[in-house]
């Protein structure tokens, strides 16, 4: 399978159906950008061996138009000094030189343009690497915060049920009840002496009272 034809696979896979039917989206989209940067190496690897070939390419139309050249001049001297022969040897080297330059520059020609569609490819391969790192930046996102939603819910859970706290509470309650129980008590019992004084207070006035009216009678 040629370097195009997985470059094409992998960008016409739907991220997002994929993503969609995964049980962990986040290992799926780890995996497949663990893909693609693979690809990504091997298409780089590949550009800048395009990319040596067509400079070497280059070279060599530069090298057999330059030779072409050189051989026309030559030819060119050898008919002005008038040795036709030699002029028509220097030709056919041109002529070879020739073929050659337009032999090359085909090629270099066809290497660019490859040079170019492998460029292209890298460009693309490197969008969907940013869109599904983007993707899975934002899944991991949306997972944190359906964690610590989910550890919120807990936790309310937990307070709305009887805590320590709430048992603390009742316990509170129950020690307050005593509390005002003891001390209703104390203050009847309180109430009872008062009484009880009041009681003893009015008996010494009444026998007071006694006594100075026996005196009045002459009884005393």
Known sequence: ????????????????????????????????????????YEVKTSVAAAMADATKLNRMEAQYMAEAESWDRKAEAALRAGDEALAKAALARKVQANKLY??????????????????????????????????????????????????????????????????????????????????AMAKLEGDTLENKFRDLERDADVNSELEELKKRLGQG
Request: no cysteine; glycine share 0%.
């Open 102 to 183: 337009h032999q090359y520059e085909e090629q270099s020609n066809a290497q660019e343009a490859q040079v170019e569609q492998l460029q292209q490819a890298l460009v693309q391969l490197q969008t969907r690497i940013a869109e599904v790192q983007a993707k899975r930046d934002l899944i991991v996102a949306k997972k944190n915060r359906a964690q610590t939603q989910e550890a919120i819910q807990r936790t309310v859970r937990g307070v709305s049920q009887i805590s320590a706290l709430d048992k603390l509470d009742q316990l509170e309650d129950r020690v307050d009840d005593r509390l005002d129980k003891a001390e």
């Open 1 to 40: 399978m040629s370097i195009f034809t997985r470059i094409r696979d992998i960008l016409s896979a739907n991220v997002n159906a994929m993503l969609d039917n995964a049980e962990d989206p986040e290992k799926m989209a780890n995996e497949y950008l663990r893909q693609l940067n693979n690809e990504e």
